[in-house]
């Protein structure tokens, strides 16, 4: 069965300061690996999509790596934000039978709070 | 552009009630999927959709029916609501060109 687990559950930071989530699959055969973030009462919203040929993507103070290897991924942000407090989902897709876009599975989430 | 909407965005129903969860899109996306999340849990997937007339199950499918007639709209049908149907409901597309996903906001359902 495929499993995407996320760690820590949560976590809390000062401002400013750097932190780094952490995703752990078993997802096969892996096709993409995504992180979301999700803002409370609201729907997840895309922060990076890595394919296997990619083993490190960035947006904006997001920096996204995957070992494809390990079958491990991690999210550092970097200088936090009070924005910044969401759940941070990561999010696998498979390429079982082509249908790549149809089953993606989801982590529970970790739950960043940053504090001022 | 407004992306993925979906309505309503509350909802309480009554044991053995129906209900439609409505879903449209204006980006011209052919996946579409519809998610459950609880709390503290992950997304799961209820059903998709590969393009207009085309559905398929995912990995919570009972009690739910979807129908597919134009690329905009996937509603998604609640028949004899029960307590563990309680949760929120999220819409998404896919552009198979960028697999970028899009969401919508959300309908929060309650079965009492």
């Known amino acids: 069965k495929n499993q995407v687990e996320q760690s820590p559950q949560s976590l809390i930071i000062l401002e400013g300061k750097n932190c780094t989530l952490q995703?752990?699959?078993?997802?096969?055969?892996?096709?993409?690996l995504r992180w979301y973030k999700q803002d409370t009462g609201r729907g997840p919203v895309s922060l990076t999509i890595m394919t296997f040929s990619e083993n490190t993507k960035s947006n904006g103070r997001y920096t996204a790596t995957l070992d494809a290897d390990t079958k491990q991924s991690s999210l550092h942000i970097t200088a936090s934000q009070l924005s910044d407090s969401a759940s941070y989902i990561c999010?696998?897709?498979?390429?079982?039978?082509?249908?790549?876009?149809?089953?993606?599975?989801f982590g529970q989430g970790t739950i960043l709070t940053v504090h001022p | 552009n407004a992306g993925v909407t979906q309505t309503p965005k509350f909802r309480i129903l009554k044991i053995g009630q129906s209900m439609t969860l409505q879903c449209a899109q204006d980006m011209n996306h052919n996946y579409m999927y519809w998610y459950r999340q609880d709390p503290g849990m992950g997304l799961k997937l209820i059903y998709y959709s590969v393009g207009a007339g085309i559905t398929d199950k995912g990995e919570v499918p009972n009690g739910y029916n979807v129908s597919r007639s134009t690329t905009e709209d996937f509603p998604l049908r609640l028949e004899l609501a029960a307590p563990s149907q309680t949760s929120v409901y999220f819409c998404a597309t896919v552009d198979r060109g960028t697999y970028e996903q899009y969401f919508g906001p959300g309908t929060r359902l309650t079965v009492t």
């Open positions: 995703c752990n699959y078993t997802v096969s055969p892996f096709s993409n």
């Open positions: 999010v696998v897709g498979d390429n079982a039978g082509g249908t790549s876009y149809g089953k993606l599975t």
